[in-house]
């Protein structure tokens, strides 16, 4: 892979990890009211995947979308707006962590209903096919999703129409405190059920950020090709609660020592440390990005902070109207 790519990749991925550590800090406040669901320890799953679409690709997601929003371009001024509830934000501070959108780099939006975000996906990719577009809509979700029917509605339509559409699952192994254990089949793979709808279907380690990239190169490539739709299932872990900025690791649903091997698994370390062993970054080009970072931060949480809040009259007001 190119120098290049796997350097945007690691900044991708830190930026991510950055945002939403910032995020942690600052919700003790309580000036944030929303409640946020961060995706730090997955951020590869959204670097890797984003890293191959272009501006016109769209992409959904659930309540877990701060990295799929960033890795997608979206505003990051807007959104730390919008977790502060303000009109600025990109849902004019009605929405929150959980209804973020930025339709001017397709990221078309993010609901938490679990699944309900999927058939979206599958419509936006009907309508490119329609309009003989060559975008390739992108659908972010979780584990639990294909607990809900329409998860197979959907991927049965995709698969007969042949859509333009990467199903990409992000597989932590936990719906809130209950682990696939008690929710799924034993010995039942998620992406074995996507081949039963005849969709190819892959499964990856998604703290790998080049695997992640690789296999959706080429599902997005197959998609933009007429070659029909692709299933990617990541395994990954979320290190923070389910909701909110602590760990919870106390409350005892998961094994700390799950945890903490998922913890030296992380998709960062591990590839800072091959790019500084192969000298495609050094320790001040690492040093240079967190400064970027830290200024870009500050800039976002200043406007954030500094926004007002929206007008009473804009409480029945639709959020996309001009
Ligand atoms: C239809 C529906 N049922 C239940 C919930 C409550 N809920 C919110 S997030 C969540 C867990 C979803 O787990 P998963 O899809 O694995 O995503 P993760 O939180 O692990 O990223 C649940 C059950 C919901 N939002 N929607
Ligand atoms: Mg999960």
Known sequence: MKAETLKRLYYQMLRIRMIEEKIAELYPEQEMRCPVHLCIGQ????AGVCANLSHDDYVLSNHRSHGHYLAKGGDL????????????GCSKGKGGSMHLVDLSVGFLGATPIVGSTIPIAVG??????????????????????????VFHESLNFAMLKRLPVVFVCENNFYSVYSPLSVRQPEGREIFELAKGHGIESYQGDGNDVVEVYQLAERAVRKARHGGGPTF???????????????????????????FQEWRRRCPIETLKERLLSSGVLCNQDIHDMVSDLDAEMEDAIVFAKESPLPEEQLLLEHIYAP
């Open 43 to 46: 951020e590869a799953v959204a």
């Open 77 to 88: 001024k807007a959104m730390m707006a919008e977790f502060y509830g303000k009109v600025t």
């Open 232 to 258: 990617l299932e990541f395994k990954t872990y979320r290190w923070r609660e389910h909701c909110g900025p602590y760990y919870d690791n106390d409350l005892g649903y998961r094994a700390e020592s799950e």
């Open 124 to 149: 936006t990719a009907f309508g490119s096919v329609m309009r003989g577009e060559t975008r390739v809509s992108v659908i972010f979700f979780g584990d639990a999703a294909p607990e809900e029917g």
